[in-house]
């Protein structure tokens, strides 16, 4: 059998451990004795500037054999078909050959408009430096 404590209303009970030691009670009058002789410190955090990387992140070549020879919709088409056989990839999901091309002269186009707005910037911040 255990033994039962009086439950004193506001009261806030709390040992080391749980199930391990003797319980404390600390009344709302022993919270306040705490708290005023405590000092609240604002933390005062420390910021640092960006960094500025020298080195141009890398975007890897997929055609790098034959640099001369782009990646044509129908050779990715055919590696996917590869794929297929493999068990890696669903035939259902597979795209047309003339999808395949739009995405490849899409993304080559983007590509070539956000280096050449990067170039740019890089210029006026080196005049502006």
């Given at each position: 059998?255990?033994?039962?404590?009086?439950?004193?209303?506001?009261?806030?009970?709390?040992?080391?451990?749980?199930g391990?030691?003797?319980?404390?009670?600390?009344?709302?009058?022993?919270?306040?004795?705490?708290?005023?002789?405590?000092?609240?410190e604002?933390?005062?955090?420390?910021?640092?500037?960006?960094?500025?990387f020298?080195?141009?992140?890398?975007?890897?070549?997929?055609?790098?054999?034959?640099?001369?020879?782009?990646?044509?919709?129908?050779?990715?088409?055919?590696?996917?078909?590869?794929?297929?056989?493999?068990?890696?990839?669903?035939?259902?999901?597979?795209?047309?050959?003339?999808?395949?091309?739009?995405?490849?002269?899409?993304?080559?186009?983007?590509?070539?408009?956000?280096?050449?707005?990067?170039?740019?910037?890089?210029?006026?911040?080196?005049?502006?430096?």
């Amino acid at each position: 059998m255990t033994s039962v404590r009086p439950v004193k209303v506001s009261y806030i009970y709390a040992c080391a451990l749980p199930g391990i030691g003797e319980w404390k009670e600390w009344s709302p009058e022993n919270i306040e004795k705490i708290v005023k002789k405590r000092k609240i410190e604002k933390l005062n955090p420390t910021f640092t500037p960006h960094t500025q990387f020298t080195k141009q992140w890398t975007m890897p070549i997929l055609n790098k054999e034959n640099e001369q020879d782009p990646i044509q919709g129908e050779s990715m088409h055919e590696e996917l078909l590869r794929r297929t056989e493999l068990g890696e990839i669903e035939e259902s999901d597979i795209p047309k050959v003339s999808t395949i091309t739009n995405w490849i002269s899409t993304f080559s186009r983007k590509w070539k408009e956000a280096m050449a707005l990067r170039s740019l910037e890089e210029k006026t911040n080196s005049k502006n430096s």
